[in-house]
Each structure stands twice: as C-alpha cells, then as structure tokens.
C-alpha cells in the first residue's frame, strides 16, 4: 500500500476525515442520505475518485447499505460501531468486506463463530476538548441520556444518584445536541455511566475528553486497558459500591482533578480520532481479500435485509425482501432467513410446503440453521411429526442419540441446550416477540415456552442458568428470579441471586432486604456458613458483607 492514500469513507466521521487529510491522505466523504441503498461505484465515477481503501463507518441513524463493494480493487473495511446492539445483521453484512472492526472486543468471537474470517478491535474515539480546572465547574455531577420504561437501569441509576447527591448540583439532561453535551461535560466533574448491554460506550471517551471523572460500571478488562481504574476513571460492581464512590468523590474537587487530568491524557495520548485512523490505516495494510463477490455479495446482501426487515429496522415492502431472497439460490442461509420472514408475515400454507419440500427433497439434511428453523417453524403451525423431523435430521448430522421429544415444551428446550452449547445463548439489540418472530437463541427458545406459560418452574429454572453468566443481563433476570422466589419461597439461594440483580441494578434497599431474608432463611437450614461463602465469592469490593455485619 503506497504512503499517500485516495479513501472513501462512507458514513459520519468528520473527525476522521480530518485527521486523514491532516496525515496528507485524499478524502471522499460521501455523506449520510434518505436512500438506503449506495450506488457505491456510481459515485465513484461521478465524483473521479479511485480508492486505495474503502471505509464504512456505521450510521446508528439511518442506515446504509453500499452496492458494488466487489468490483472495487482495494481493501474494504466495516467499521461497527453499535454491535452490542445490531450484530444480528452485521454478521452477514460483514460478508461483503474484506474486514470487519468492532467497537467491543468482547464480541469479536462471535464475529469470529458467524464465519467472519477477519475481525478486529477498534473502540470507539474521543474529542480534541479543552479540559478546564474542575474548580471551576458548576456541576458536581450531571447525567446526559434518553430515560424510558425501554431503559429501567438507567432510571434507576438517576434516581439513585438523586437520592445520595444532597444539596450538589445534579441536571439530568434529555435531549442535548452532541456539542451541547460536550459543553455540559466541561463544566461538570463528574460523569456517571450505565451501559445497555455492558458494552464500552460512547460516553465513556465523551466524559474523559472533557477531563470529567468517569464513574462508570465495572466491566472488566476490556474498558480497564482502555482507562485504568483506580487513576483515570473510577468503577463501581454493586449499588453498595456506586454509593461509597459517590460519598468520596461528591465535593472533592483535589481527587477529581488528578484523576480527571489523568484520564485527559490518556485521551490525547491514545485516544482521539487520529489514533483510529492511524490503527485503521495499519489493519488495512495487511488485511486479504475476504469479501463476497457476484451471486454470493448479492446472497449475502439479501441476507441482510432480511434480517433488519425482521427486526423491524427497515420499512421495506416485504415483496422486495422475498424476492431478493429468491434471486440468491437456495442456499441455507437463504433457506432460514425466507422461513423467517414468511413466518412474521404469516404466509403459513407457504411455511408449510417449503417444510414439506425440504424434508421430502432431503435437502439442507445436515444443516443446523435448516434443521432448528425449520423444526421452529413447524411448531409454529402445530405440526408435531414435522418439528420431530427436522430434530431427528439433527440428530443424525451430529451423530447424536438422545430420547425422543415427548411434547413440545421437550423438544424447544432440547434445541435451547443445543444452540447453548453453540454459544448463541441471546442476540442483543433484536426485539424478538415470541408471536411473531422464530427463535433464534437458547434464550429465543425458553422465552416462546414462557410466553406461554409464566409460571412454568422449570423453565423459569433454565431461563436463569442461560443468563446467570451475563451480568450486564441482570436487570432482565431480576423478574424472572422474581417469579421463582416466589414459587419456592425457602429456597435462600434464589433470594440470594435476585438480591445481587437488584444490587447490580442500582436496588440498594431491595437488594440488602432479600440478602436479609435469605440469610434467615439460610439461617433456619443450618446453610448460614453456606450463605456467607457464596456472598464472599460475589462480593468484589467487600462492602455488601461489611453491611451485612452491620445490620
């Protein structure tokens, strides 16, 4: 690759190209539009621009989707800025670059595990800002972020803050232009943090350009090579935690100038849009040809679509998304996404001669998403001997034996252990509603069992086993373990649990209450030196066991 570049950068990233023509490379910006679809070649050749690099950076907007990626004779890169929340389609768009970068290192294995063959790193960027002397900011702490009945950690989190904050100054602000928030940031020293889905956001690196102290969860390793705790920013694991941490920093402006200053540094350091641009030029070097090309790009394209018409993100007539699929050959990743879409429209009597058709046909026989889908679908239409037989075609690809189904409720939880032990456990960011859309995780499959039966114990059981491994799921645990602590209400270990998601989820007081009433309870089974141990394993920082002592 020559040392001066032409690149084409697709989608909102001003500072980058700044920082690209600062670096004496050419830019073509081509500039968010109505139109869903980039005619990526035709602009091209309007505007007289041959790339050396191709750069898509994701629009959490409205979306783009470019045409023509494969007749380009240069590396193409995708960059996913929202993946926590849009990997459900990402890992099929992904097919049409040569390289995919994700913001959250945490999913770059399931990337990996969709058959992307080149995925890597990039977090997100910081600001150029100012960072002015923390004495003389007006805000000891201010929160910048939409509130709603969708988002209840994050209300909760406000409230707490409410509750602890005494006289300090503390704005909750709604609906802020970018650079509004920014100036709101540079006039407030602290900034406390939620995530949706314990991913690293964007206010992380907003606060700290601003020289804010940063008070955010605790998300292990990959935010801490980031920031480091402790010294740029501070974490907290529990309510019990976020209150201590509030009661030191609140007012002491000496601490949160050293370590706002710090994390300044660190940001212009490492940190700002240069520093991406510069990592993105070093992957690209070395990066192979791995995109789809001809009748697979269009494949993969079609693919695409479907799944964001699925999940609601594209209002396209769904003539348009079926036809696109038919147009792609019937391979299997067209054959799922087709019975899914049917399946939403309800075009049941054509589910049901597809099904017939891939069963009488023997085709796909050794196909997962085939035989799950296809086995999904028939219990969708009630067709029992049909959904056993897409299991059974299972079975006898992975050489398995295990006892036959006995009724459906057997046979959606033998496939939510199946796509278990896959790891395809919960999408983020898909709206799945059980009456309309197939399953297409573990969780998927357990939640359609629930949605028939709320009360049913031993899927409620097998709902907490899917998502005890995912902390940042704990405020959708906490109802599930609602409905079963109170089913088996001297089962301390269930009291246990759901008082360590209310203290994950900014619960304070109903997380010390159900601690209490499960340690009586341990109490009463001669189970309290149990009880003690499983909260000291739990407990990082110490403090739920010192109130513990204290009550």
């Not at 926590?84 to 959250?104: A, K």
């Not at 993969?300 to 769904?318: F, K, N």
């Not at 038919?326 to 049901?352: F, K, M, W």
Request: glycine share 6%.
């Amino acid at each position: 690759m020559k040392d001066k570049l032409n690149v084409c950068i697709v989608g909102p990233f001003g500072t980058g190209v700044t920082a690209l023509r600062q670096l004496g490379h050419s830019v073509l910006s081509i500039a968010q539009s109505d139109d869903l679809f980039c005619d990526l070649p035709e602009i091209l050749e309007k505007n007289d621009f041959t790339p050396d690099l191709l750069l898509q950076v994701e629009s959490l907007g409205k979306r783009t989707l470019i045409q023509g990626l494969d007749t380009l004779d240069c590396p193409t890169v995708f960059w996913a800025t929202d993946p926590h929340l849009n990997i459900h389609w990402h890992n099929t768009y992904g097919r049409l670059f040569d390289q995919v970068l994700s913001t959250q290192q945490s999913l770059v294995p399931p990337f990996k595990l969709e058959g992307l063959s080149d995925v890597r790193w990039l977090p997100r960027f910081a600001f150029d800002l100012a960072s002015p002397p923390i004495a003389e900011r007006k805000n000891e702490i201010a929160f910048v972020g939409r509130l709603s009945d969708q988002r209840p950690g994050r209300k909760w989190m406000v409230d707490f803050i409410k509750s602890r904050v005494g006289d300090h100054s503390f704005p909750v602000e709604q609906s802020l232009s970018h650079s509004e928030m920014l100036a709101l940031y540079q006039d407030t020293k602290i900034i406390p943090n939620e995530s949706i889905l314990g991913e690293v956001n964007f206010r992380l690196f907003e606060g700290t350009s601003c020289g804010s102290l940063l008070l955010t969860q605790d998300l292990g390793d990959e935010q801490a090579s980031l920031f480091e705790p402790g010294r740029e920013i501070d974490t907290y694991a529990d309510a019990a935690e976020f209150e201590e941490k509030l009661k030191l920093y609140l007012g002491n402006d000496h601490l949160i100038q050293k370590m706002g200053q710090a994390a300044h540094e660190r940001v212009q350091s490492e940190h700002l849009p240069i520093h991406r641009v510069e990592r993105i030029l070093e992957y690209a070097k070395d990066s192979a040809r791995n995109r789809a090309t001809g009748s697979e790009a269009e494949k993969w394209l079609a693919v695409t679509i479907a799944s964001m018409w699925e999940s609601g993100m594209l209002d396209l007539p769904v003539r348009e998304v079926l036809s696109r699929l038919a147009a792609s050959g019937q391979d299997e990743h067209v054959v799922v996404a087709t019975l899914r879409v049917q399946t939403v429209i309800n075009a049941n009597p054509v589910v049901e001669e597809n099904l017939m058709n891939l069963l009488g046909g023997k085709l796909f026989e050794d196909s997962f998403g085939v035989n799950f889908t296809g086995s999904a679908a028939a219990l969708r239409l009630g067709n029992w001997d049909t959904a056993k037989a897409f299991w059974y075609r299972h079975l006898k690809a992975v050489n398995s034996t295990k006892l036959p189904p006995k009724e459906p409720k057997d046979l959606l939880i033998y496939w939510a252990k199946e796509l278990k032990s896959q790891q395809r456990v919960f999408r983020g960011g898909f709206p799945f509603k059980p009456k309309t859309h197939l399953p297409h995780t573990a969780l998927d499959c357990l939640l359609s069992l629930y949605d028939n039966d709320p009360q049913g114990t031993e899927v409620l059981r097998l709902i907490d086993v899917m998502l005890r491994p995912r902390k940042e799921l704990d405020q959708v645990r906490g109802g599930f373990l609602t409905s079963l602590a109170m089913q088996d209400s001297n089962d301390w270990r269930l009291l246990f649990e759901l008082a360590l998601t209310n203290l994950h989820s900014y619960r304070l007081d109903e997380g010390m209450q159900n601690l209490a009433l499960a340690r009586k309870i341990a109490r009463k089974q001669g189970q309290e030196r149990a009880f003690s141990m499983a909260l000291r394993g739990r407990d990082q920082s110490g403090l739920i066991m010192k109130r513990m002592l204290d009550c």
